[in-house]
């Protein structure tokens, strides 16, 4: 059985260039950067290498490029570490929406046991975020905003040019998770205007187990992890180097085929829409028809299961919207925000394609889903 894989949104395969930067650093390269040798200095420079290409993608500087393990480290630096810099002993205040990522909504609610305060304010329907709800929600002691730049379920592109300006205004500091943004569409963190972004490896044809964090020049940080200084001190722990080469890598591949991979992953989802909403009525799909990722479809098959529909279809790899359980549905926080009903939500699933994804296979999944759609009903 040959798998269909639409599920770029949760991981994505390293592409062959990336594998191919990597190597050499799982085996001949294995010096610690910190050395003082040849086999340090080698290590030394990739991962300087690998932090130029990723700069120039997200048009940084370099030395505003801090290496992490994950993207779920690079939000948790961001959120701890402005809390216990800025606003030490639990004293300030933090703005996150509602339909965040748990890499964010897990931090700040550990943070809000310790005794900060949180805000969360809502979305539409489309899941887009009003920059006016942002400003309401700012006290003179907010520490920081966390709004991601674009929603891992329905693609959600947040007007997050517009939320900076309003936090730079108020002189406070603003974070965007930018996880699922990259190599998706143009992220170039001058023009959004913040201080903090989030990048994570495995969403960008990277390896899993490596992240960034975007920090403003100026921008001080409290580590979260402790120890010799690494990362301009704001990450300790000899840098993983085959990974962060992987990284840099992965960068440099989108910055030179962006356009063309932006248009063609749009024809791939609008091809797999019209075919899907040609057979079956009552299709529906979540999210703004053009503030919206270009490979993301959350689609919302009627009078069925998600979970039963994907397990017609085997071949198939995709996500649903909700679980159902013993006869309830627990719909996701995005679902929930953007105001769907239990019985919409219990249909829901995401379909998100890639670099590899190919027409046939569009073609396939879409007679597959129509299939499955029909046994269920």
């Known amino acids: 059985m040959r798998l269909i894989y639409l599920d770029y949104n949760a991981t994505t395969p390293i592409a062959p260039a990336v594998q191919e930067a990597m190597a050499p ?4 390269h294995y010096g610690n950067p910190s050395s003082d040798h040849a086999l340090g200095r080698a290590c030394y420079e990739a991962v300087e290498d690998a932090r130029g290409r ?15 393990s994950s993207g779920t480290e690079s939000n948790n630096l961001a959120l701890k570490g402005v809390a216990f810099r800025h606003a030490p002993g639990g004293g300030g205040h933090f703005v996150i929406s509602a339909i965040e990522h748990p890499a964010i909504v ?29 400003q309401s929600a700012l006290r003179s002691d907010t520490a920081l905003v966390s709004i991601m730049h674009a929603n891992n379920e329905i693609g959600a592109v947040e007007p997050i040019r517009e939320i900076a300006e309003i936090c730079r205004d ?51 940080l409290e580590p979260v992890l402790h120890g010799a200084g690494h990362e301009r001190g704001f990450r300790a722990g000899t840098e993983n180097v085959p990974y962060i080469v992987g990284l840099g890598r992965a960068a440099a591949v989108i910055e030179e085929h962006l356009n063309e991979a932006v248009d063609r992953l749009a ?31 959350s689609a919302n098959f009627p009078d069925v299961n998600g979970a039963e529909l994907l397990g017609r279809c085997p071949e198939l790899c995709a996500s649903t919207g909700a679980a159902c359980h013993a006869g309830t549905t627990q719909m996701s926080a995005t679902l929930e925000a953007i105001g769907i009903s239990p019985d919409v939500a219990r249909g829901t699933v995401r379909l998100s394609v890639g670099w590899y994804t190919r027409e046939d296979e569009i073609d396939q999944a879409a007679e597959l889903l ?4 029909e046994g269920l009903r």
């Open 370 to 373: 129509i299939a499955g759609w």
């Open 54 to 68: 990723l700069a120039q993608l997200l048009g940084a500087d370099d030395d505003e490029i801090v290496f992490t």
């Open 267 to 297: 024809m791939l989802r609008d091809r797999l829409w019209t075919r899907l909403a040609a057979a079956i009525d009552g299709l529906s799909f979540n999210g703004d028809v053009a503030a919206r990722l270009p490979n993301t479809l």
């Open 25 to 28: 650093f799982l085996t001949e």
């Open 106 to 134: 897990q931090p700040v609610a550990f943070l809000e046991r310790l005794g900060y305060d949180v805000t969360v304010v809502g979305c539409d329907a489309r899941g887009l975020i009003d920059p006016a709800e942002v």
């Open 170 to 220: 108020r002189g406070v500091l603003f974070h965007t998770d930018a996880a699922q943004s990259i190599g998706k569409t143009v992220v170039r963190v001058k023009d959004l205007g913040v201080d903090m972004l989030t990048v994570a490896g495995h969403k960008i044809y990277a390896p899993k187990g490596v992240g960034a964090l975007y920090v403003r020049r100026g921008v001080d």
